[in-house]
């Protein structure tokens, strides 16, 4: 198991080590800085954006966007969700919801939320229509997953309505959950930041690119896109973090909580 | 005394239960006997409260029961302890509910597997962890759907020991449901034969009043002759299941 872990790292560690010299063989090639800029220029680029003084306000509002974003997406799915396992009104009411959600082109909603939303607003939102209904899906699908005879176990036993949630379905939203929570935050950062470029909110990752585009600063589109990169490796490795320590605290010494 | 009086059930057309009277004696074993499929399971199902009866009573089952499913239940997430703990969250409090696990595992001889999750477990092991949680739960009353159905003859035998040894330190009413005429001698005090299906009582037999087993084990087994003759096909059908 071990070993093959190791090889697995070994075959991913190639792989980057191959995009990596594909881009400076190709920029070396095209030799155009604003087509393809070198890794010189992208680190130059990096150097040049990482000292602007407003950095750290620009990626700290882009994070807190998304996390706020993603706490109160994750907030209304676990609401609903649980709603909707327990009610058959609620869950018919979010059935057209979701289902608009999910097949409504993206870019269509994002206008309307840019022409009736504040822009500091439209990047949560854009967030929030991605994200939302995975994380509802998700919720509800893990609850009704739940074996029934589990269920029909804890009745006989007088197990009472708030023990039946804090240690059965609560359980398993987290075991739902804890498979796509990860991708989830991913996919949330990126829309953050794509409301970001349309909305243009004063500190923001996204209002940032879109000035490199204007500016036609490829190298600087590109250390962009490093440093999100970056955030979004951060947020894989505290969404397992999180999830390791939840399981451990749940599954070591549960008798402590 | 837990009584049922005039139990019936049906589902849509199909009658399951027909005026289904009997008496359970308390701290006995009365064993159901009768054939598969035969409405045996309804029946427990409405003693424990899990689906509703058409029309009848029933007497004495309003307090806490415990029920030994033929699957574990067990929760696949949750540790032996946490799994035994959660059936004993509201009936005493947290210390004495672990005192009393302790005191159970020990007596099992189940310590070591206190802190293992079900998936460890072979299939054996996890049944004897269900019917242990029957016992714990501080309820006069078990019962027990076909639980050694699904064992091998040597489990079998190991779980019925393990059920005999508890029983007999815990003075519970057990009404155990079974296809299994040997299983219903071996740890019954009471035996009750089914009919098949509308199912009514057929025969009450107390196995104190037969000292010879084989004796007694013949007249069951007249009973289901008889049920089987009228009915060859599905008993050949039975027989190779």
């Known amino acids: 198991m071990k070993k093959s872990t190791l090889r697995d790292r070994e075959i991913s560690l190639s792989s980057k080590l191959l995009i990596i010299i594909f881009w400076i063989i190709i920029s070396r090639i095209i030799d155009n800085d604003i087509i393809l800029p070198t890794i010189t220029s992208t680190v130059n680029g990096l150097g040049k954006i990482i000292s602007n003084p407003n950095f750290f306000n620009i990626i700290g509002y882009s994070i807190l966007r998304s996390l706020f974003g993603f706490i109160i997406s994750l907030s209304i799915a676990i609401v609903m969700g649980v709603l909707s396992r327990f009610s058959k009104f609620i869950y018919n009411l979010m059935v057209p919801f979701v289902n608009f959600l999910s097949s409504t082109p993206t870019i269509a909603i994002i206008i309307l939320a840019l022409i009736w939303l504040n822009n500091e607003i439209v990047p949560l939102f854009v967030g929030f229509i991605m994200v939302f209904p995975i994380l509802y899906e998700t919720i509800l699908k893990s609850m009704l997953n739940i074996d029934n005879k589990v269920l029909e176990m804890a009745k006989v036993y007088n197990v009472n309505r708030m023990n039946i949630i804090k240690e059965i379905y609560l359980p398993s939203i987290f075991i739902g959950l804890s498979n796509i929570l990860s991708s989830a935050m991913g996919i949330n950062l990126k829309m953050v930041i794509a409301g970001e470029v349309l909305s243009q909110p004063r500190y923001a990752i996204g209002t940032n690119l879109q000035l490199q585009k204007i500016y036609l600063n490829t190298s600087g589109v590109f250390a962009w896109i490093i440093i999100i990169l970056a955030i979004g490796k951060l947020y894989e490795y505290l969404m397992k973090g999180l999830v390791l320590c939840i399981k451990s605290k749940r599954y070591l010494s549960p008798m402590e909580n | ?241």
């Open chain 2, 1 to 241: 005394m837990y009584k049922i009086e005039k139990i019936s059930k049906s589902y849509g057309e199909l009658k399951v239960l027909d005026n289904i009277s009997l008496e359970f004696p308390e701290e006995k074993t009365t064993c159901i006997l009768g054939p598969s499929g035969c409405g045996k399971t309804s029946l427990l199902n409405i003693l424990a409260d899990l689906t509703a009866k058409d029309s009848g009573e029933i007497i004495g089952f309003e307090d806490e029961k415990s029920y030994i499913f033929q699957e574990d239940r067990l929760i696949p997430w949750k540790s032996v302890k946490e799994n035994l703990e959660l059936v004993l969250k509201g009936e005493m409090d947290k210390n004495k509910a672990l005192e009393t696990i302790d005191k159970y595992l020990e007596l099992v001889n189940l310590e070591e597997y206190k802190h293992y999750y079900p998936k460890e477990l072979s299939g054996g092991m996890r049944q004897r962890i269900n019917i242990l949680r029957a016992f714990i739960y501080p309820a006069k009353l078990i019962i027990m759907d076909e639980p050694f159905k699904s064992l091998d003859i040597n489990q079998k035998k190991i779980l019925m020991d393990f059920f005999i040894n508890l029983r007999e330190k815990d003075r519970k009413t057990c009404i155990m449901v079974t296809h299994d005429i040997d299983e219903a001698i071996a740890l019954g005090h009471r035996i009750v034969i089914f009919t098949e299906k509308p199912t009514r009582v057929k025969r009450i037999m107390d196995i104190e009043n037969y000292k010879d087993k084989a004796k007694l084990r013949g007249e069951i087994s007249k009973e289901f002759k008889k049920w089987d003759d009228s009915h060859p096909i599905k008993y050949r059908y039975l027989r190779i299941f």
